[in-house]
């Protein structure tokens, strides 16, 4: 039996680590689907708080975060935070925010100075599809 243990263990990580790989980024985005902001863009200036308004093409749906649907995802909105690893569920933090309920609008509060936004685009999971949808990163300044 104490031969078998490290097989047990190496066939036991082997099997955890193939459902999550296999498990990240295989949700499949439609060609050409992309996702936009609609009420702001790269250098504006804004005063805090503020409306951030999200778009998608009409190639894809939004939905609910739990909401297993083919071509449908929700948004995500990165502030001041590169784009997250699309291998990864997104961090739900301060600086990644989760519209769950199929939001496609959030009002921000943020200090004076400059910031970045990007929006991405998620599956159910909160991985990026298996090619991901995202925005340009844009620099707004909040006076």
Same mark, same amino acid.
């Given at each position: ?5 490290? @097989?047990?263990?190496? !066939?036991?990580?082997? @099997? ?6 296999? /498990?990240?980024?295989?949700? =499949? ?6 996702? /936009? ?12 708080? &503020? ?25 995500? @909105? ?6 997250? $690893?699309? $291998?990864?569920?997104? =961090?739900? #933090?301060?600086?990644?925010?989760? @519209?769950?309920?199929?939001? !496609?609008?959030?009002?921000? #509060? ?10 991405? &685009?998620? #599956? /159910? ?19």
């Amino acid at each position: 039996m104490k031969s078998m243990l490290p @097989l047990w263990c190496v !066939t036991a990580s082997a @099997l955890v680590l193939g459902v999550t790989l296999s /498990y990240a980024g295989e949700t =499949p985005s439609v060609d050409g689907t992309r996702v /936009y902001f609609i009420n702001i863009k790269h250098n504006d200036q804004v005063e805090s708080p &503020f409306l951030v308004q999200l778009g998608l093409s009409e190639q894809m749906g939004v939905a609910p975060a739990a909401a297993d649907w083919p071509d449908t995802g929700h948004h995500h @909105l990165v502030i001041n935070s590169p784009t997250p $690893n699309p $291998n990864k569920s997104i =961090p739900k #933090d301060k600086v990644h925010l989760h @519209l769950n309920m199929g939001q !496609t609008e959030v009002t921000l #509060d943020l200090p004076p100075g400059q910031h970045t936004l990007q929006a991405v &685009f998620a #599956d /159910y999971a909160h991985i990026m599809h298996e090619d991901p949808i995202v925005s340009d990163t844009i620099t707004i300044t909040v006076k």
